[in-house]
């Protein structure tokens, strides 16, 4: 299944920091993300979380493609100093937490609701690809300027935490074989 357990039997959202069952994912080259990414969209999983796979996979891509091009977006700069003075190290190279909400003004950030997961991640390949081959990182809006490491060392962390909400459904173990062998 790909419907978001708050799609799942109820209109109510799901309130993404009290999600429990989610799993650690850490992700160290892009390519480990993209891995990921197609396992989820050729396989089944259960989504813990508000949003479609193809609805996470689409946001994953566009926060890449942004981290190369620009960010729509500006942040008051009280926020700015208090980000990049406690929280900056933490989101580049430890899990980011869940359940932070996006003000209404960062609504470029989010995805379509129609985002299929096929799409999603076709656009992820295409975004990772980018980060891969491409040198610039533009300014980040929160942390600010970026070495090209840490720029992709916090896509992988922001990945991490919205891929933690797709559980892979594992295949039934075969059942013992009772034949006696000779």
Not at 54 to 79: C, N, S, W
Not at 102 to 114: D, I, S, T, V
């Amino acid at each position: 299944s790909t419907t978001p357990a708050a799609a799942a039997g109820s209109s109510a959202t799901v309130q993404a920091r009290k999600v429990s069952g989610r799993r650690t994912v850490r992700y160290e080259p892009c390519d480990d993300l993209l891995r990921a990414a197609e396992g989820a969209v050729h396989g089944n999983v259960q989504l813990l979380g508000n949003w479609s796979l193809g609805q996470i996979l689409t946001h994953l891509a566009m926060a890449m493609e942004m981290t190369i091009d620009g960010f729509p977006m500006r942040v008051a700069p009280p926020v700015r100093w208090i980000a990049r003075l406690f929280l900056k190290r933490r989101a580049i190279y430890r899990a980011v937490p869940a359940g932070f909400k996006l003000p209404r003004r960062a609504a470029k950030l989010l995805p379509p609701e129609n985002a299929t997961p096929a799409d999603g991640l076709q656009r992820l390949a295409r975004a990772v690809a980018r980060m891969q081959q491409e040198q610039q990182r533009s300014v980040h809006p929160v942390f600010g300027k970026l070495t090209r490491e840490e720029a992709d060392s916090l896509q992988l962390r922001h990945a991490e935490l919205h891929m933690s909400f797709v559980i892979p459904e594992t295949a039934p173990a075969p059942a013992p074989d009772t034949a006696e062998t000779p």
